[in-house]
Structure formats: structure tokens, C-alpha cells
């Protein structure tokens, strides 16, 4: 299966919001089973987006994981990015 790049911004001012819905989101993330890997962003220390590789069947099914997301679903992001993403070191 193709691997898919899901970049994710926070909106300003959210870190409240992360962290009360972090906790879902780190149990959908691993019940998944197509988290390849994945982790915060960080600016000026602080968590300010997230980064996840999936490992799905295409792009549709990228785009259903980031739906479904607790952090998509309580309206953290301001903006959610979707690519396919090729291994080729490590």
C-alpha cells in the first residue's frame, strides 16, 4: 500500500483545545492500525500542528482517517494537508 503524508496546522490559540482531545487522538491513532508513524509539530516549543504517514490503500482512505480524527472532529485544525508520500530512506 502507498504511504500518505497528513500535515495538520492548529489554529491559533488551540493548545488547550490539543491537549483536552489528545488523549482520543492518540487512542485513535494506534487502534487504527494504518499509523505508519507520526507526532506533533512544534514552533516556539510549543505543539502547534501534527504530522502522521499512513499506511492506506489511497488517497480516499488518507482522507477518511483525518475525518475521523478526534483532532479534525473537535475543529483543531486550520489546515489539514494530504500527499502521498514515498519512503526511499530509513
Known amino acids: 500500500m502507498?504511504?500518505?503524508?497528513v500535515i495538520c496546522r492548529d489554529?491559533?490559540?488551540s493548545l488547550d483545545l490539543r491537549?483536552?482531545?489528545r488523549a482520543d487522538h492518540l487512542?485513535?491513532?494506534?487502534?487504527?492500525g494504518v499509523l505508519f508513524l507520526g507526532g506533533p509539530l512544534?514552533?516556539?516549543g510549543r505543539m502547534a500542528g501534527s504530522l502522521a504517514i499512513l499506511?492506506?490503500?489511497?488517497l480516499?482512505?488518507?482522507k477518511a482517517w483525518a475525518a475521523d480524527?478526534?483532532?479534525?472532529?473537535?475543529?483543531?485544525?486550520a489546515s489539514v494537508e494530504i500527499n502521498e508520500w514515498k519512503r526511499v530512506i530509513g
Open 2 to 5: 502507498p504511504y500518505f503524508a
Open 11 to 13: 489554529k491559533p490559540d
Open 19 to 21: 491537549m483536552q482531545t
Open 27 to 32: 487512542r485513535y491513532a494506534e487502534e487504527s
Open 42 to 44: 512544534i514552533e516556539d
Open 55 to 58: 499506511d492506506v490503500a489511497d
Open 60 to 62: 480516499d482512505a488518507a
Open 69 to 77: 480524527d478526534p483532532y479534525g472532529k473537535a475543529g483543531l485544525f
